[in-house]
């Protein structure tokens, strides 16, 4: 396409060549938006961050979930029934809490959340933990983290407390000493787990223990019941006791799996989601190959824009290295090194691999779209009081917004015809744990949006040059996103899934990449915050501090894009 603004750069395409950066920043369009745009613009985000607030209390798993009690207060809980069970606090050196999602009981309120409307709540699939240790938390994986399963219990005095959103115990492990020559043996303080469950002792029948606890105890205990909050399901509490102390309290509902899986911090996942798995390798592999090819041909030909890369990957890890440095469960011992290691050994190679997909796609793009990477290129350049960088800031923090109504929309449609809501828009619970891992997340998700941007660029190059034909690319591009972001097969969501993501293509192709990174960073923002328009739950705070970030990006994309013009007093003239 054309641009306007002088004949170098459409001279330079039509003979073939791969305009440079500099002749993109120089050529195209300085004109940002009018003040009636701006206008609407506010009116749009205004009114469909209001109707995402209102709609988002009928679909988001915080509130389907119905988490009552701050983080703050589940700790203080946590705590107290330790210290009634004689676990003293002052032999932790160590401790570690915060949200997370219980698969299993997730796949089983899925399945049953037909015939249950409280089931989220019911199961505890959002659950919080809170453990304590005598050593340093160190956790197990690339990205290190304290999570209920991870690292495994070992050392003598760990316990660890699973609660579900109300504060209620689900379970209550605890490592026995490995000697006891003197130990005394008590009476097991069932009571006051019973208690901290919410559950009366008198009301449930002694029963056979069917459960063997994870770690050695000398008294198995087991009672039959039924739950306050399902009491249409028979339910079990398998418990055991070393010398008198407890050791193990298991609520065993229909939703609990002997072998659990706790730490899950996404949505729910099945069987065949292996299929989706194993896809998602050969698209990464796919990708991979082909800008390492794509890559290694622009730098031959002098085309590469090694400056953009670099300053892209730099960007990409700053953000990154802050999350993890916010988020992270750092320890005071030699095992932060491990930490940092680990972090290290994942990330650059991520930057790394992202700055040759930047080297790859970017060429291209700026040949066969150059209108897309215009501004782009300006913010990269340090020109944030370029016009056009406000404009497309502003066209995507209205996108972002829009994406979202549409996605929950689509959850709300097919609730109102019958049919019973499937998996919720997915949370980030780091947000929820307070604010240090709340602005850890505000960085990461920006350096998501940044790669996921690139990342869409390049599946474009790819179907361009498989199709031969931009529009044939477009619709592939549409397409196969529309599979792999599908949170349900009834078609009010099929609908909603394709008009979101049709509208982030469009923005992509026809507004530009910055307007699409900033419409994915606002977006997932939105979502991941669980925004709220009940102002007294205690994580509406957290929504409001999203909203805040995606003012100050909108405030300053109008402010920028006007250039200098006032608003109020030229809209009737437009």
């Known amino acids: 396409a054309e641009l306007p603004g002088?004949?170098?750069?459409?001279?330079?395409?039509?003979?073939?060549?791969?305009?440079?950066?500099?002749?993109?920043?120089?050529?195209?369009?300085?004109?940002?938006?009018?003040?009636?745009?701006?206008?609407?613009?506010?009116?749009?985000?205004?009114?469909?961050?209001?109707?995402?607030?209102?709609?988002?209390?009928?679909?988001?798993?915080?509130?389907?979930?119905?988490?009552?009690?701050?983080?703050?207060?589940?700790?203080?809980?946590?705590?107290?029934?330790?210290?009634?069970?004689?676990?003293?606090?002052?032999?932790?050196?160590?401790?570690?809490?915060?949200?997370?999602?219980?698969?299993?009981?997730?796949?089983?309120?899925?399945?049953?959340?037909?015939?249950?409307?409280?089931?989220?709540?019911?199961?505890?699939?959002?659950?919080?933990?809170?453990?304590?240790?005598?050593?340093?938390?160190?956790?197990?994986?690339?990205?290190?983290?304290?999570?209920?399963?991870?690292?495994?219990?070992?050392?003598?005095?760990?316990?660890?407390?699973?609660?579900?959103?109300?504060?209620?115990?689900?379970?209550?492990?605890?490592?026995?000493?490995?000697?006891?020559?003197?130990?005394?043996?008590?009476?097991?303080?069932?009571?006051?787990?019973?208690?901290?469950?919410?559950?009366?002792?008198?009301?449930?029948?002694?029963?056979?223990?069917?459960?063997?606890?994870?770690?050695?105890?000398?008294?198995?205990?087991?009672?039959?019941?039924?739950?306050?909050?399902?009491?249409?399901d028979q339910a079990r509490i398998e418990a055991a006791s070393y010398r008198g102390k407890p050791v193990s309290f298991v609520v065993v509902g229909p939703w609990t799996s002997p072998e659990p899986v706790l730490g899950f911090t996404g949505g729910v996942q099945r069987g065949s989601s292996s299929a989706i798995y194993v896809f998602l390798v050969f698209i990464f592999l796919v990708l991979g190959s082909s800008a390492a090819f794509f890559a290694r041909q622009n730098l031959r030909l002098g085309r590469g824009d090694r400056r953009g890369a670099t300053r892209v990957m730099l960007l990409t890890l700053t953000g990154w290295t802050i999350s993890w440095l916010a988020i992270e469960h750092h320890v005071a011992s030699f095992g932060e090194v491990a930490l940092a290691a680990a972090f290290i050994g994942l990330f650059i190679p991520i930057v790394s691999l992202l700055w040759v997909f930047y080297i790859a796609v970017e060429p291209f793009a700026r040949r066969r779209w150059p209108a897309i990477l215009v501004s782009w290129n300006r913010i990269l350049a340090g020109d944030f009081r370029d016009p056009l960088v406000g404009r497309d800031a502003s066209i995507g923090v209205a996108a972002g917004v829009a994406a979202v109504v549409l996605l929950q929309a689509g959850a709300i449609a097919q609730a109102a015809l019958g049919q019973p809501l499937s998996e919720p828009l997915s949370l980030d619970w780091n947000m929820f744990n307070g604010p240090r891992p709340f602005v850890g997340s505000l960085f990461g998700f920006t350096s998501s949006a940044v790669a996921g941007g690139l990342g869409s660029l390049l599946e474009l190059l790819l179907y361009r040059v498989l199709l031969r034909r931009d529009w044939a690319a477009i619709v592939a591009l549409v397409l196969h996103s529309v599979i792999l972001n599908l949170t349900g097969t009834f078609w009010t969501l099929i609908i909603a899934t394709a008009a979101s993501i049709s509208l982030s293509v469009f923005v992509l192709v026809r507004i530009g990449l910055l307007a699409y990174v900033v419409h994915s960073l606002v977006a997932n923002l939105l979502v991941a915050s669980s925004l709220t328009a009940d102002t007294s739950a205690w994580y509406a705070g957290i929504g409001y501090g999203v909203l805040l970030v995606c003012a100050v990006i909108m405030m300053y994309g109008l402010r920028t894009a006007l250039a200098g013009r006032p608003v109020m007093s030229t809209v009737g003239m437009d």
Do not use: C
Request: glycine share 8%.
């Open 6 to 232: 002088g004949d170098a750069l459409p001279a330079a395409i039509a003979a073939g060549e791969t305009p440079s950066p500099d002749l993109l920043i120089a050529s195209g369009s300085k004109e940002g938006l009018r003040p009636a745009a701006a206008v609407a613009l506010v009116v749009f985000i205004v009114a469909g961050t209001v109707a995402a607030a209102f709609m988002s209390d009928r679909v988001s798993l915080a509130q389907r979930a119905n988490l009552t009690r701050p983080p703050d207060a589940l700790v203080e809980r946590a705590r107290d029934l330790l210290r009634k069970l004689d676990y003293a606090e002052d032999v932790a050196v160590d401790s570690a809490s915060g949200f997370f999602v219980d698969q299993d009981a997730a796949l089983y309120a899925a399945d049953t959340i037909s015939d249950r409307p409280n089931g989220l709540e019911a199961a505890g699939v959002v659950g919080y933990f809170y453990r304590e240790s005598p050593r340093p938390l160190l956790g197990v994986g690339p990205l290190g983290g304290v999570e209920p399963n991870n690292p495994v219990m070992e050392y003598p005095g760990e316990v660890a407390v699973h609660m579900d959103g109300q504060g209620r115990l689900r379970s209550f492990r605890a490592v026995p000493p490995r000697t006891d020559a003197n130990a005394p043996v008590a009476s097991p303080e069932w009571p006051a787990l019973f208690s901290a469950a919410g559950l009366e002792i008198e009301r449930w029948m002694p029963s056979d223990p069917q459960w063997t606890p994870v770690f050695f105890a000398d008294s198995r205990v087991a009672w039959t019941g039924t739950l306050p909050y399902a009491p249409n």
